[in-house]
């Protein structure tokens, strides 16, 4: 069974960049289709982008388009969310998801078997 680790998370000041990554452990990151959700305190768990192989197709919530970038390296089993013009309403918990599913038309938590143990991103001056 594949597990999902997340690293990268801190605080940066509105308006910074941050990266967070997500490596899988036991099986190679080709097989899934990845995605990042974010949940803040007190808040449902949302949607933040997702990353399909084969093909690499990506898929944003309207929210972080343009600001948000996942990627891929798949030499390092690897899914990064490159965040810039951070905002404090970016403050949350962020998990990496995964399934063996294609499509990038799956953005609920409920559609994804596998996450990891979440890390944490502040925004605050």
């Known amino acids: 069974q594949v597990q999902l680790v997340e690293s990268g998370g801190g605080l940066v000041q509105p308006g910074g960049s941050l990266n967070v990554s997500c490596t899988t452990v036991g099986d190679y990151v080709t097989s899934y289709t990845m995605a990042w959700f974010r949940q803040a305190p007190g808040k449902e768990r949302e949607f933040v982008a997702v990353?399909?192989?084969?093909?690499?197709?990506?898929g944003y919530a309207d929210s972080m388009k343009g600001r948000f970038t996942i990627s891929r390296d798949n030499d390092k089993n690897t899914v990064y969310l490159r965040m810039n013009f951070l905002r404090p309403e970016d403050t949350a918990v962020y998990y990496c998801?995964?399934?063996?599913?294609?499509?990038?038309?799956?953005?609920?938590?409920?559609?994804?078997?596998?996450w990891g143990q979440g890390t944490q991103v502040t925004v605050s001056s």
């Open positions: 990353s399909t192989w084969p093909g690499g197709s990506t």
């Open positions: 998801e995964a399934t063996s599913r294609g499509g990038t038309s799956r953005r609920t938590p409920c559609e994804y078997k596998f």
